[in-house]
């Protein structure tokens, strides 16, 4: 005879609660809330994933997909800024992944960032949310992302 299997009680946690959570941990103060998407905005995870869709393939692992994350979230944020900015964000995450990865990595990592900030650029050039923090969770045969995003006032270039 088999057990049968005890309801599970809903916490009612989403992935936005989680990161909420993770930020306030890292300093955002308390009386900081994370406003949730207006109604019919979309979601910026869902435009994330659409975003980094050309490089999911190579992202075998969950380690890889981490670090298309990371590198997709650090081309969108880039991308919002202006053209002097924006560049120096790219050399300092080139030269902190090629400090970790090795230098060998340079054609490769120079490609991907190239080709994320023009797709950005092509493709999304609209959404001007910048993506504070990102949670993913790895299900298995697929993974769920959970993203908070904000809008700054960035001077124009």
């Not at 308390?30 to 393939?57: C, L, M, Y």
């Not at 902190?96 to 900030?117: F, K, S």
Request: proline residues 5%.
């Amino acid at each position: 005879m088999s057990k049968r299997k005890k309801p599970q009680r809903k916490t009612g946690q989403t992935g936005l609660d989680k990161l909420e959570r993770e930020l306030h941990a890292h300093g955002l103060p308390d009386n900081a809330k994370i406003i949730q998407r207006p109604a019919g905005e979309s979601k910026i995870s869902a435009v994330f994933w659409t975003f980094i869709e050309p490089f999911k393939k190579y992202a075998e692992t969950g380690p890889a997909m981490e670090k298309l994350i990371v590198l997709g979230i650090c081309a969108w944020n880039a991308a919002l800024l202006p053209k002097d900015t924006q560049q120096k964000l790219m050399d300092v995450v080139v030269r902190n992944v090629l400090g970790q990865a090795g230098e060998e990595w340079r054609t490769d990592l120079n490609y991907i960032l190239t080709a994320l900030l023009k797709r950005k650029e092509q493709f999304f050039a609209d959404d001007q949310r910048y993506i504070a923090s990102y949670h993913l969770e790895d299900r298995g045969a697929s993974y769920y992302l959970s993203m908070a995003s904000t809008v700054l006032d960035v001077p124009p270039e």
